[in-house]
């Protein structure tokens, strides 16, 4: 089937959504939620039919990638159903997760006998009390079961993200890129970005994607470059001999806007074409009301087209998001 290529304004192909399926989480990370902030109304999310059939259309204009993310994805009921119903769909080629881990021990193997094909796991620490601080929950056990369940189910690579916060967990970059010479790995640094719940951002807390190169160069020797996938926001390397990788995704100090192939919607069914950049489109309305698959396809591209070519947030800028991580999806 021919599928015109969605394009937006600076001739970058769009074919990747990322789907936050709730904002609901059970963790309360100090840098994603916000103290104020309260989730939306079961009414208010997005159903798994109108995912579906907006899927469905995005389908049909070339999109052939999807995330699902959140919030805490694994905290809405039966989530491997819409896995299923999405990996049925003729045309999507690739389902991943991103999840906290807490419960995914149990639902490794459903998600993957519905089709989900990859799974990043956030994991700011290994230390278990510091764990407790940053995440506000004593989960860290439940979290080092289900990364050890994804092996077992035999997700392949398992990719771990860690944002990377000076006088937090910068401390243990090592121990991190470490882990990787002894498991197939893939642990991926992120810059802390200035999303609504960052309210103290000062930018001082950003170790940027250099500096953690350099240190665990310094600790554990040479990293080679490894080409990573089209598209992808990590720089990968690998320290010699390794069975894992190295990434860093520099979204403030050196971002790759220029390759960016992606959309987002959020869990209260807002279209959003640039993860730090507060212009949305409500799709929610269209899926609800009368709207055929046209009207919602022209919304799709009128919001592609206007896709800035770069945020302009960075290490030192005042600006923040309004919207808080959880909400969005990362
Ligand atoms: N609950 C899931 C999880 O923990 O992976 C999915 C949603 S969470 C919002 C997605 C990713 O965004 C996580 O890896 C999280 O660490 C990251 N994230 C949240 N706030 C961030 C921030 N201010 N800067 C950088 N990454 C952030």
Redesign the pocket.
């Known amino acids: 089937m021919f599928k015109p290529a969605l394009q937006d304004g600076h001739n970058r192909r769009v074919s990747y959504v990322r789907i ?1 399926v709730t904002d609901r ?1 059970n ?1 309360r ?1 100090r ?2 939620s916000a103290p104020e902030f309260h989730s939306h109304f079961r009414e208010e999310i997005l159903s798994y039919e109108e995912i579906e059939r907006l899927v469905r259309v995005l389908v049909t204009m070339g999109i052939d990638k999807v995330r699902l ?5 694994l905290t809405r009921r039966h989530l491997d159903t819409l896995v299923a119903r999405l990996s049925a769909i003729d045309g999507i080629r690739d389902i991943s997760l ?4 807490v419960l995914l021990e149990e639902l490794a193997p459903a998600l993957k006998a519905a089709g989900l094909k990859r799974i ?3 994991l ?1 620490t290994l230390r278990r009390e510091r764990f407790r601080e940053i995440t506000g929950r004593d989960r860290f056990d439940r979290v080092l079961a289900g990364i050890k369940s994804a092996f077992k189910t035999g997700f392949d690579p398992v990719k771990l ?3 990377v916060m000076r006088g937090v967990n910068d401390d243990e970059i090592v121990d991190f890129a470490r882990l990787t010479r002894e498991y197939p790995l893939h642990i991926r640094f ?9 309210s103290d951002w000062s930018g001082g807390e950003v170790v940027t994607g250099a500096e953690i190169l350099e240190r665990v160069a310094a600790a554990c020797g040479r990293l080679e470059a490894v080409a990573a996938a089209p598209g992808s926001p990590a720089r990968l390397f690998q320290l010699a001999g390794a069975p894992g990788r190295i990434g860093v995704i520099s ?1 403030m100090s050196d971002h790759f806007c220029a390759t960016c192939n992606r959309i987002r919607v959020t869990a209260d069914g807002r279209l959003r074409p640039c993860l730090l950049a507060d212009r949305e489109f409500d799709l929610k309305e269209l899926l609800r009301g009368n709207a055929g698959s046209e009207e919602i396809a022209a919304l799709v591209r009128r919001a592609v087209a206007g896709k800035s070519a770069s945020h302009t947030l960075s290490c030192n800028a005042e600006r923040k998001c309004a919207r808080v ?2 909400t ?3």
């Open positions: 936050s989480c963790l990370c840098y994603c993310t959140g919030g805490e994805p991103t999840t906290n881990g990043n796991i956030s700011d993200n860690v944002v992120i810059e802390y970005m200035p999303i609504g719940a960052t979204a991580m959880a969005i999806g990362g």
